[in-house]
């Protein structure tokens, strides 16, 4: 088949491998503090470009699920290493950021739940974004918060990190961490692949 379809790296595009080494590397590099001015911590593996900014865009929009095992590895080593520093507790449960229904319907699911089950980790879905949300397009980062709604469908236990792909406001960030506190869950922060 691959003679057809020939494999090329998400990262980059090279052929050969869904991850070239090189990439592999770079997505190897443990988390650090997003600069945002947000109620919870949130860390990010990298800017949103290169290889980081690709393999996101492949998950999403082309459907490429054999880079799922690798980023829910990385996310599970980034877990790991703010284990080790004393940032969040090594039996966290992981609870994937929202999405809208139309996107996880248009993408036969959420990639940033698959992401989180091929961690590993005690992932829990329980997040939904309200179909009162209006879209985000053109909105100032202000807006974006004060318009972003989130809704609790199952009730977590335990502390818990929100993953998501991209964090650009923090809107959906802030508006899950909130509903989730509201319900008496104690929310560690957040990790992110990327920070646009």
Do not use: F
């Given at each position: 088949m691959e003679l057809f379809f020939p494999r090329a790296c998400g990262g980059c595009g090279a052929p050969g491998a869904s991850l070239c080494s090189d990439c592999q590397r770079v997505w190897?590099?443990?988390?650090?503090?997003a600069r945002l001015d947000l109620d919870v911590p949130v860390w990010t593996l990298s800017p949103y470009?290169?290889?980081?900014?690709?393999?996101?865009?492949?998950?999403?929009?082309?459907?490429r699920a054999d880079l799922v095992t690798f980023?829910?590895?990385?996310?599970?080593?980034?877990?790991?290493?703010l284990a080790a520093q004393g940032e969040v507790e090594h039996?966290?449960?992981?609870?994937?950021?929202p999405t809208r229904a139309t996107s996880r319907r248009r993408r036969g699911g959420d990639p940033v739940e698959r992401v989180c089950n091929a961690s590993r980790l005690s992932t829990f879905p329980c997040l939904q974004i309200s179909s009162r949300t209006p879209d985000s397009v053109g909105q100032t980062a202000q807006q974006r918060r004060l318009n972003m709604r989130v809704e609790l469908v199952r009730q977590p236990r335990g502390s818990v990190l929100i993953?998501?792909?991209v964090v650009t406001t923090g809107a959906t960030i802030s508006a899950s961490a909130n509903v989730l506190?509201?319900?008496?869950?104690?929310?560690?922060?957040?990790?992110?692949?990327?920070?646009?």
């Open positions: 190897r590099k443990p988390p650090t503090l470009d290169g290889p980081h900014r690709n393999v996101l865009i492949a998950l999403k929009e082309h459907g980023v829910g590895a990385v996310v599970g080593a980034s877990i790991s290493y039996d966290i449960t992981l609870v994937p950021a993953i998501d792909d506190r509201a319900a008496g869950v104690q929310v560690r922060g957040a990790l992110t692949y990327c920070q646009a």
